[in-house]
């Protein structure tokens, strides 16, 4: 299990085929997320899917801010990933390597997004699979991930139970 602080937002109405110079209006607003990855499913194929859709893993919120608290612009937040209280991400959202702008509009292009719809900006460098030597998420650590003026959400890492 590895971590990914990231931005995530929320759409607010049906978009397809969106100009990047409309976008933003189609978001709704802002929260914290944190692409918690199975690194050793994600290595299985070429495609990444499968390491980024265990149960219980991606952890978003506490809070949805809406995006006109950001005056109709894409926000330059403050990113920050802390396990066990040490500092394995800080960065800036304005730092990744697409903004919001340019997601909406690309993802617009392949499938029409609805209201509600969850998208996650990427992650900025820090995570223990890039580390040298790897670092990875052990049972009864603590994950707490923060984006600026969002909020932060705070998770234990945990054994999933068999059923």
Known sequence: ???EAELAFVIGRAAR???KSDALGYVAGYSVA???TVREYQRRTREFLAGKTFEGTTPIGPELVTADE???KEPDLEIRCE???EVMQHSRTSDLLFGIADIVAYVSGIITLLPGDV???GTPGGVGDGRDPKVYLKEGQTLRTV???LGETVNVCVREARV
């Open 17 to 19: 085929h969106v100009p």
């Open 1 to 3: 299990m590895d971590w």
């Open 34 to 36: 944190n692409d918690v």
């Open 70 to 72: 950001f005056g109709g």
């Open 83 to 85: 396990v066990d209280g």
């Open 119 to 121: 998208i996650c900006t």
């Open 147 to 149: 984006v600026e003026g």
